[in-house]
Structure formats: structure tokens, C-alpha cells
């Protein structure tokens, strides 16, 4: 059985919309107008057990919105969904000990203690046995490194030891299910790195199931074997990383080297002149004629080197997402007066 | 239930640590409160000379008068609530809230331990201070300590003035997940309370002067048993039958705020959660 099952999941918005001025504010101590904002469209979803999947997709796409529902933050519109068979919404004791939900922009310890303090608390609000909080916080410390770290009150620690610190704050009750929201925002790259590294390995460990959503690639890249692309409320995409090329990309680059420093000037005729560093040529070439182009060019003119290459992964998700945002502005509703 | 009580106390200690970090600002915010002390003994001197009378209403003399406003100095050690409301709006506008809804832990049992934790730190740096004022000024208690039982009520009324103010500014913080902003309301509230809670000058001066409409609401009213209600029964001002129905309508009342202060937050929370967080 799955152990994240999501049907038909609805939320909506109303977002008061103000004008620009001061009789805008006036007016609008009277009469307000709403605008119904639809950030979850109906998303039906399954994760198993021990799965890692990564939830992408530009900023306001849904994807914050749907790991709130499932943490029971906030309640759908419409559909429902169940989590290790409970509904995050009715926020039962039962479930909140399961699931951890970790933000990166957000902060859940206490500011001017050292995170041993917040630590302690956690083991009192998740009834933590004291052996097994003292093993779990010992490895965890360990595979983060942070033990020196522990007893400095968090205000004096960088933002890359704040998440290390965060993380275990999050992973001290064992949770089975774990959500993790951007959690490398700005960090650095060692210490993204180092974060990507420890989440890997624990959730190998562990077998724990974890939804994660990112701006970074290379974190999608590193950690996750299934992506589900979100963009305006709706799943675009669920499989594996490499298969997004192959669903959406429609073409291939071409690489020729000629023999000497002389281009031809007629490459155009075969697609897209993306680069002439001469003796290289880059071109954009359809899918469909990708082996017809190869075949002629390679009779006509003499060449040292030749390459076809899949365009990088981030830009087909980005020109995915373009697509996807421009193809969801013709349905999206008229403001609607309240 | 033990490892509940062990929750609590873990709490409250890691807040009494939180409280101490600020050790420095606390120290000099609870000396500076004693200084209108002299301005008050000034002014009530003044008033009752001006007055040419012995006793004003209540049968309050000038010492009376003077050892209240003492008395409610300690009432409202008890019952004022710094930063209480307003620190529950502020971490519903900023999203901190969302902590309670995700972990298995109760927001308003949490606050209520964050702020006895706040208190205790308190009275620890304030009791001598206190100790010395109160000593300092003894003349002006005429009539000495209060009978034992008197001083049982007292300290009974104290607990329940810090659970009244408690539960009466969380359900105003609690207002914050209907508008995010709740400094204006929390600016009225403590006009009235100014006025009706007893703090500047005893209530029956106040009493006096009210239509024949109002006494019952000004014998009932919440705000009384903040300052008023303590310092008038070691003053032995309240007595008897008054004094037992006094305590009982000072129970009545944490009651009442503390179901107000839940359900608000339930439907709060039901709001914030559907509008978003």
C-alpha cells in the first residue's frame, strides 16, 4: 500500500486585491475585491514506501501548498489524501509524532539557546525514551558533524549549521514520512553538498519516505530517482529524471568539427546555428531529423569530430515550465467580486 | 502522567534559560518600576489635603490609599502580561504559529509554561526590590499583617489574577488570526484595564460616582480582580460573605477565559488553515 495517497487534492486562495493609492485604501475599508487564486488544481498522486521523490517547479507552482496539506498546516478546497493512512488535516498526536516537516527559510529552534536545548524539548514533545534519543542524536551528530556545535546558541551559527541543526531537530523522533521544503536555500555549495550527502545516506538507512522541493537541480540530481513536476497546481510530469528529456525535449545538439578552420556558410538549412567557434559549429536540430541531417553532413563535408548530445536537463525544464505557465494563464479566472 | 509532568517541566525549565539570557534588560526593567512609588506618595499627600477629609470612599485613608497602591504593584506582578498578545499575533503573522500545528504539542499550554517561566525569573531579580520598598514604606500599612485566612485569600486571589490576565491577553492575541494586526485593540484593552482593573486608585473612588445602572456590571466586571480585588482583601476592604463570592467570581472568570481563549484558537486555527498559512 501506498504510504502518501493523494486524490483529486484542491486548494484555494482568495487574495484581496488592492490598487495602488490612497483612495484605493479608503474605498477598500468598504468594499474589497477578492482575486480566487488556485494553487493546487487536482493532483492525484502515490508514493510507496522508502520512495525519494523530488517536487519541481517554478516559485507559486503548488508545491509548498501541497507538502502544508500533507503536514496538515492547512486543509484542501476539495479531495482528500491520506498519509500512513491518517488525514494530515485532523492533526492527530497520532500522526504528528510519525512525519517531520522541515522549511528552509523557516526556523524551528530556539534562538538564543544552544540547539541541545531545542533537542531536549523535542525528545519531551515527541516522548523520545532517553537510550534512544541519545543513540539517534549521536549518529545524527556524527553524520553531520556538528558536535562541537551543539552547546553555541544557534543565533551564532551559520545558515549552513543552522540546517544541519534543523534536520536533526526534524529526525530525533525516527519520523517515517519526512517533508522537506527548499532545504538547501542559501547555502553555499560545500554546504549543499554536505547536506545532499547526509540525506542520501540516511534515507538508505533508514528506507524513510521523503518529498522534497527544490530550486536546485544538482540536489534533484544527487538525491532523487522519481521527480514530479508541478506547475500551476497540476502534475506535468512524474518519472524519472532522465525521462524528462525524453518526454519533452524535441531536439537534439549537434556538434561538428570540421578538418580546417573554414565553416561552410550554408548550416542554417539543417537547423538552428546556436554557436560558430570555428573549427566547431553547434546546431539545434529537430529529433525527427536528426539522423537524416547526420547522414548528409557527414557525405558532404569532411569532418574531424562529430557529437549529438540531449540538450542540458535544466533547459528543457525551464522551457517546460514556460510552456506550462503560458498554457495555464488562458484558464485562469476572472477576479471575482466579494 | 509522569512523563507529562516531565514534558512541563522541561518546558518550563528550557524557558527560565531563555529568560535568563536577557538577565541584564530584566534587571533594570523591574528597578525602574519602582520609582513612581515616590511620585504616588506625593500625589495622594497632595489629594488628600486638598480634599481637607480623612477618608475618601471605601473608608480609604491617605496610608490606606498609598499601602493599595503598593499592594497592587504585586497584583500586577501577577497579572500583567507583557508581550503576551502581542507576541501571539506576531507569530501568526510571520508563520511561527505552524510550529503548533505540526507538532504534537498544545499552544496555549506551551504559552501558559513560557509565562509562568517568565514570572518566576521575574519575581527572583524583583523580590528584593520589592522586599525593601515594602519595607521601607510599613508605616503606611496601619493596621500590620492581615488575619491568616486573609492573607490565603490574598495569595489565592494572586494565582487566579495570573491565570485571569493569562487567559484574557492570549484570547486577544488570539484575535490576531482574524486580523493580523492586533496593537490598536491591545491599546483599548489596556485603557480600560487602566481604569477598571484598580491599578491607579481603588475602584470605589471610581464606584462612587457611577448611575445606579452600572453598579452591578462595576461589581462583577473581569478587569477588578486583576489589581483591585487582591490589594483590597489584605486590606481587609472585603470580608466576609463578600469576600467568598468575590474569590467565586474570580474563579467564574479564569473559567470563562479559558474556554474563550481555546475556542478562539480552535477556530483560529480552523481559519488559518483554510486560508492559508
Known amino acids: 500500500m501506498a504510504v502518501i495517497e493523494i486524490r483529486g487534492l484542491k486548494k484555494s486562495y482568495r487574495i484581496y486585491q488592492k490598487q495602488e493609492g490612497l483612495w484605493a485604501s479608503l474605498t477598500g475599508l468598504f468594499h474589497r475585491e477578492y482575486r480566487e487564486v488556485h494553487a493546487v488544481r487536482g493532483i492525484d498522486l502515490d508514493v510507496e514506501e522508502g520512495e525519494f521523490v523530488a517536487f519541481l517547479g517554478p516559485n507559486g507552482a503548488g508545491k509548498t501548498t501541497t507538502l502544508k496539506l500533507l503536514s496538515g498546516v492547512i486543509s484542501p478546497t476539495d479531495g482528500e489524501a491520506h498519509v500512513m493512512g491518517f488525514v494530515p488535516w485532523q492533526r492527530t498526536n497520532e500522526y504528528r509524532r510519525r512525519f517531520a516537516l522541515v522549511m528552509g527559510q523557516k526556523n524551528q529552534l530556539w534562538w538564543d539557546l544552544p540547539a541541545s536545548e531545542s533537542f531536549r524539548l523535542h525528545q519531551q514533545i515527541y516522548r523520545i525514551a532517553p537510550e534512544e534519543f541519545d543513540r539517534t542524536l549521536a549518529e545524527l551528530t556524527e553524520l553531520l558533524d556538528v558536535g562541537k556545535l551543539l552547546n553555541q546558541p544557534v543565533r551564532e551559527l551559520s545558515l549552513g549549521e543552522r540546517m544541519k541543526m534543523e534536520l536533526i531537530a526534524a529526525l530525533l523522533h525516527s519520523p517515517e514520512v519526512l517533508f522537506l521544503d527548499e532545504p538547501t536555500i542559501g547555502l553555499d555549495v560545500i554546504a549543499q553538498h554536505n547536506i545532499q550527502r547526509f540525506l542520501k545516506h540516511y534515507q538508505e538507512h533508514r528506507k524513510i519516505t521523503i518529498l522534497l522541493t527544490s530550486h536546485y537541480m544538482k540536489d534533484v540530481a544527487a538525491l532523487c530517482k522519481r521527480v514530479v513536476i508541478i506547475a500551476k497546481g497540476q502534475i506535468m510530469y512524474d518519472g524519472s529524471l532522465a525521462g524528462i528529456v525524453d518526454s519533452f525535449s524535441t531536439h537534439k545538439v549537434l556538434t561538428l568539427q570540421f578538418v580546417d578552420d573554414h565553416v561552410p556558410g550554408n548550416l542554417g538549412q539543417y537547423g538552428e546555428l546556436l554557436e560558430t567557434v570555428p573549427p566547431k559549429v553547434k546546431l539545434r536540430v529537430d529529433r525527427s531529423d536528426i539522423s537524416r541531417v547526420l547522414s548528409t553532413v557527414l557525405a558532404d563535408y569532411s569532418l574531424e569530430d562529430v557529437s549529438v548530445e540531449d540538450p542540458p536537463l535544466e533547459e528543457v525544464i525551464a522551457e517546460l515550465f514556460t510552456q506550462s505557465s503560458n498554457a495555464a494563464d488562458v484558464d485562469e479566472p476572472e477576479p471575482a467580486n466579494a | ?277
Open chain 2, 1 to 277: 502522567m509522569y512523563s507529562r509532568v516531565q514534558t512541563w517541566w522541561t518546558i518550563l525549565r528550557i524557558c527560565i534559560e531563555e529568560r535568563l539570557v536577557y538577565r541584564g534588560d530584566f534587571a533594570l526593567g523591574t528597578l525602574m518600576r519602582f520609582l513612581p512609588i515616590i511620585t504616588q506618595i506625593f500625589l495622594w499627600t497632595a489629594v488628600y489635603a486638598a480634599a481637607s477629609r480623612e477618608t475618601l470612599p471605601g473608608g480609604f485613608t491617605k496610608d490606606d490609599v498609598i499601602a493599595y497602591y503598593l499592594l497592587t504593584m504585586v497584583g500586577r506582578a501577577f497579572s500583567s502580561m507583557p508581550g503576551l498578545a502581542s507576541g501571539i499575533a506576531r507569530q501568526i503573522r510571520e508563520g511561527e504559529i505552524k510550529k503548533f500545528l505540526i507538532q504534537p504539542i498544545d499552544l496555549i499550554g506551551f504559552l501558559l509554561l513560557a509565562r509562568i517561566a517568565h514570572k518566576l525569573v521575574y519575581y527572583a531579580v524583583a523580590i528584593g526590590p520589592f522586599a525593601l520598598v515594602f519595607f521601607l514604606c510599613r508605616d503606611f500599612f496601619t493596621d500590620g499583617w492581615p488575619e491568616p485566612e486573609v492573607f490565603a485569600a490574598f495569595v489565592a486571589s494572586l494565582l487566579m489574577a495570573f491565570l485571569l490576565g493569562f487567559f484574557l491577553e492570549a484570547a486577544i492575541g488570539m484575535i490576531g488570526f482574524w486580523f493580523l494586526e492586533v496593537s490598536s485593540l491591545l491599546f483599548v484593552y489596556m485603557l480600560f484595564n487602566f481604569f477598571f482593573s484598580g491599578h491607579m486608585f481603588p475602584l470605589n473612588f471610581l464606584n462612587a460616582y457611577l448611575p445606579d445602572w452600572a453598579q452591578p456590571i462595576a461589581q462583577f466586571q473581569p478587569l477588578q480582580y486583576l489589581a483591585y480585588f487582591p490589594a483590597a482583601v489584605f486590606l481587609g476592604k472585603i470580608s466576609g460573605p463578600d469576600l467568598t463570592l468575590g474569590l467565586i467570581a474570580q474563579a467564574a472568570w479564569v473559567v470563562f477565559f479559558m474556554i474563550v481563549c481555546r475556542v478562539a484558537m480552535h477556530r483560529g486555527f480552523k481559519r488559518y488553515s483554510g486560508y492559508g498559512g
